[in-house]
């Protein structure tokens, strides 16, 4: 099973501020990786998919990239609405996986 | 517009029996696998699960074979997820959700359907 390790854990930012999470697959599964964002009481969005292709309506400030095993969840310029916890989740090989979560908090 | 509706909240006792279910429109509902995730209280996001509604293949976590079981109604356009004797471990909230059209990320999610399992 491939294990997908988010740092950090938790994060506490001002609004404006940048947010760079990380992912980082156990081993290799090319860009079959994918972010999604969950804010309190909701189900979850797909924010990026293929590690750095925008999904439809999000906004711009949200971007991904990758390298090798590495893979970045940035958001530009924090807002107030991006107070959520964000995960990974691979797509390469079954069983599909998701990372333990980053919360952000706006400060 | 593609909707992924969730059955009710449940509170059931240890030990009994529970089917939720998916019901997806604005689609063609054999055309996209549909996943079901678990997210107990707390917690993080949990793959459970895949079928495809067009000929019912399923793949199940290792995690899950043999604790749950994912079948489709493709007539409803309906996913289901069942238990044959619940635990108390199995509180948590249950999530559809619709694959993109090459199987690889969900993009669309049903809003989730809370399971209690308490004495």
């Not at chain 1, 439809?56 to 949200?62: E, I, K, N, T």
């Not at chain 2, 909707?3 to 055309?31: D, H």
Request: aromatic residues 12%; neutral net charge.
């Amino acid at each position: 099973e491939i294990v997908l390790t988010q740092s950090p854990d938790f994060q506490s930012v001002t609004p404006k501020e940048k947010v760079t999470i990380t992912c980082r697959a156990s081993q290799t599964i090319g860009s079959n990786l994918h972010w999604y964002q969950q804010k309190p009481h909701q189900s979850p969005k797909l924010l990026i998919k293929y590690a750095s292709q925008s999904f439809s309506g999000v906004p711009s400030r949200f971007s991904g990239s990758r390298s090798g095993t590495d893979f970045t969840l940035t958001i530009n310029s924090l807002e107030a609405e991006d107070a959520a916890t964000y995960y990974c989740h691979q797509s390469s090989t079954l069983p599909l996986t998701f990372g333990g979560g980053t919360k952000v908090e706006i400060k | 517009e593609v909707q992924l509706v969730q059955s009710g909240a449940e509170v059931k006792k240890p030990g009994e029996s529970l089917k939720i279910s998916c019901k997806g429109s604005g689609y063609i509902f054999t055309n996209y696998w549909i996943g079901w995730v678990r997210q107990m209280p707390g917690k993080g996001l949990e793959w459970m699960g895949i079928i495809y509604p067009g000929d019912s293949d399923t793949r199940y976590s290792p995690s899950f074979q043999g604790q749950v079981t994912i079948s489709v109604d493709k007539s409803l356009s309906t996913a289901y997820l069942q238990w044959s004797s619940l635990k108390a471990s199995d509180t948590a909230m249950y999530y559809c959700a619709k694959t993109s059209d090459d199987g690889n990320y969900f993009d669309h999610w049903g809003q989730g359907t809370l399971v209690t399992v308490s004495s």
